[in-house]
């Protein structure tokens, strides 16, 4: 799910899948259970600011990027990803981000999030700190340098080690993915094309080529076995409430 | 019911996950931005005299499925803008946006068809000049799956008669009493133009987050909910591809339905019977079957010739082959072929009684552990086959090859 990173690179289905947001879209439930037919009609209510975010938290430990759709322009996917642009960092920094995607209606009076989104002139994104604090709003303008600062603020305050360090380790390892994902894709159409072949196949070949694909396919998921192992990076504990 | 989900979940995320075939170039950017609709019909302009020639009972608000109202949806996927239409079998929900066609021949062809099927359905139609606005889509999507419940039907010889117990033949057969092929609500599926609205809707409903789509059993319905934007960000940018893809998971919903069946049906039948019907709206989009497409815009569609040569190189064993699936990525690209190959075969073979053989597969598996799957697949496919058939497995078999070898191209 989520949009898939504009680069300027044609990336490979692994580089891809890392560089795919990964966005929340939270619905709210009401606590009580609740039975409905085709005519009754059940009221809804806006959640005050601070339950707004705690419900979007919710166990999540990470600090929050909450976005909210847009009827009416497309803000939404500028604010965050540019068009044309190199949104590669974009994507590798708000991984260590609860990345939240809100409705259009998020702006109605009775939308249970509408608190943080209260009306029209409301920006269209944030960075915060996971209990809501030190929130940076952002919007269309905003540079991509002055994007990748406030979500490096808000991540230096949130973690243990900074991730900004940690998502140029691993853009480094894209182009190498790209290249392993393309000789998976030439290998197995070599296979087919073997398989499949006017003349008499060369069974000694395809069994080659099997192996090939196997030894590669195997080195990709290594690969991706330890970017994920770099995307873990423990959270700050919270401080203790001030007595 | 959470576990079936996930049954059907586990295949949708490998559909996700899979790695995709790359398109010659990037999908452009999605464009969220809200479309407006006409919030009447303008075909029938809602009135009753016009939606009973068009086959429609309402245009919404109803009961979408037991416990879930239209009006559920569209607060929990954050728009009111959803054109719903309920049809004889069907209830409908769709988003879908305006679509300009893009050039592409075949699709403008088929099109031009469901046009002349369509205008005998309204009383003014004047087809529209390069694109289909969101009321339309609708008109096209209902008239796409009634069909296809009527092929369904006549395909494997059922009548909606014999499932109303007000109208059952007394010599019927028939176990189930709900009136939709045994389900005893109609079939429901959503049609978003957004990912994030599909997301939303399983979130408040099914406690899940699927990627693309996903099929359900909601309260004594089956369910299809799919996304555009899902489908436009493996590639597949016309239309006719998105078509294809509905109408295929909704032939995995309507044998899950039959018989209130949920899962029982092996899988080489299911995706064998979905790439017939997928491949029958267009061959160039089979897109469950992954790893068959190599490049978009090559001849790797060409199914046939491709058998062919298999068949011809010792690459493909007998029948019981395919028997044992019981994940959907266990199936290789030979084999998606392989399967449609030998269910289009069966369909067509003279002195197969496809009821017979619908019924003898579609039997519920009351709690079979997931370990024992493949081998009661396996049994339950050999038995089916010879009981609708009269051959065995090995004669059948021979027979295939025979019809592959003289009638597939090389």
């Not at chain 1, 642009?85 to 609860?98: C, G, Q, V, Y």
């Not at chain 1, 140029?168 to 159409?189: G, H, M, T, Y």
């Not at chain 1, 398989?195 to 590669?216: F, N």
Request: net charge neutral; hydrophobic share 40%.
């Amino acid at each position: 799910m989520g949009g898939i990173a504009r680069t300027p690179h044609q990336r490979g289905p692994s580089a891809k899948d890392l560089l795919r947001m990964q966005w929340d879209f939270p619905v709210y439930k009401p606590v009580e259970a609740e039975k409905t037919d085709a005519t009754t009609v059940r009221m809804r209510q806006a959640l005050s600011r601070e339950a707004a975010i705690t419900y979007l938290a919710g166990t999540d430990p990470r600090p929050l990027l909450v976005v909210r759709e847009c009827r009416v322009c497309n803000k939404t996917d500028d604010a965050l990803l540019t068009p044309g642009a190199d949104n590669e960092r974009t994507i590798l920094l708000s991984r260590w981000f609860h990345c939240v995607k809100l409705p259009v209606d998020v702006l109605q009076k009775d939308h249970p999030f509408n608190a943080l989104f209260p009306d029209k002139s409301s920006e269209h994104l944030f960075v915060a700190q996971r209990d809501g604090a030190s929130k940076v709003p952002l919007e269309s303008a905003t540079s991509r340098t002055e994007l990748w600062a406030a979500m490096s603020t808000i991540l230096g305050a949130a973690y243990s080690k900074d991730p900004v360090a940690v998502a140029k380790e691993i853009a480094k390892s894209f182009d190498r993915l790209d290249v392993l994902d393309k000789r998976v894709v030439e290998l197995e159409q070599r296979r087919d094309d073997l398989m499949e072949s006017d003349s008499k196949p060369d069974l000694a070949k395809i069994k080659k080529v099997g192996e090939e694909i196997d030894g590669t396919k195997r080195d990709i998921a290594r690969m991706l076995d330890s970017i994920q192992k770099q995307f873990r990076i423990d959270v700050k504990p919270e401080a203790p409430a001030a007595k | 019911m959470k576990a079936f989900v996930l049954v059907l979940l586990a295949e949708l995320f490998a559909v996700a996950t899979v790695q995709a075939q790359v398109p010659p170039q990037l999908p452009p950017a999605a464009d969220t931005r809200d479309e407006a609709f006409e919030k009447v019909d303008p075909y029938t302009k809602g009135g009753s005299a016009a939606m009973d020639r068009a086959g429609y009972v309402s245009f919404g608000p109803f009961l979408f499925a037991e416990g879930v109202k239209t009006q559920d949806i569209e607060e929990a996927i954050g728009t009111s803008t959803v054109i719903w239409i309920e049809t004889a079998h069907f209830k409908l929900g769709s988003t879908l946006k305006t679509y300009k066609l893009r050039g592409d021949q075949k699709e403008a062809k088929r099109l031009r068809e469901e046009f002349g099927r369509l205008e005998k359905r309204f009383d003014k139609f004047a087809p529209p000049r390069g694109k289909l606005d969101p009321w339309l889509r609708a008109h096209l999507f209902a008239q796409r799956l009634e069909e296809l419940y009527t092929w369904f039907e006549q395909r494997f010889h059922l009548s909606d008669d014999e499932f109303d117990p007000t109208r059952r033949p007394k010599d019927s057969t028939t176990r189930t009493t709900g009136a939709y092929l045994g389900m005893p609500h109609k079939f429901t599926v959503l049609l978003l133009e957004k990912e994030s609205s599909l997301v939303r809707f399983a979130k408040r409903f099914l406690d899940q987050e699927p990627k693309g789509y996903v099929r359900w059993r909601l309260g004594g319905s089956m369910a299809l909910a799919i996304s555009a934007d899902g489908v436009r960000g493996y590639g597949y940018e016309l239309e006719s591809a998105f078509t294809c893809m509905v109408l295929a998971e909704e032939t995995h919903n309507l044998l899950d339905g039959y018989r209130d069946a949920w899962t029982a049906c092996p899988m080489w039948f299911k995706y064998g019977l979905a790439h017939v019907v997928s491949r029958d709206i267009d061959e160039r989009w089979t897109i469950s079957a992954l790893g068959t497409t190599r490049e978009f815009g090559d001849d790797s569609w060409k199914w046939q010739p491709r058998v062919g040569r298999l068949l011809a190189n010792g690459f493909v064993k007998g029948f019981e082959d395919l028997f044992g699936w019981t994940k959907w990525d266990e199936i290789k690209p030979q084999g998606h072929m392989l399967a449609w190959s030998r269910v289009e075969w069966l369909l067509d073979r003279k002195g197969c009684d496809r009821r017979v053989l619908l019924d003898e597969l579609c039997v519920p598996l009351l709690n079979l552990p997931e370990s024992e799957r493949a081998r009661h697949f396996a049994e339950r496919s050999r038995a089916a086959l010879q009981k609708a058939t009269g051959a065995g497995l090995e004669a059948l078999d021979l027979e295939w090859r025979e019809y592959v070898a003289k009638n597939y191209a090389k």
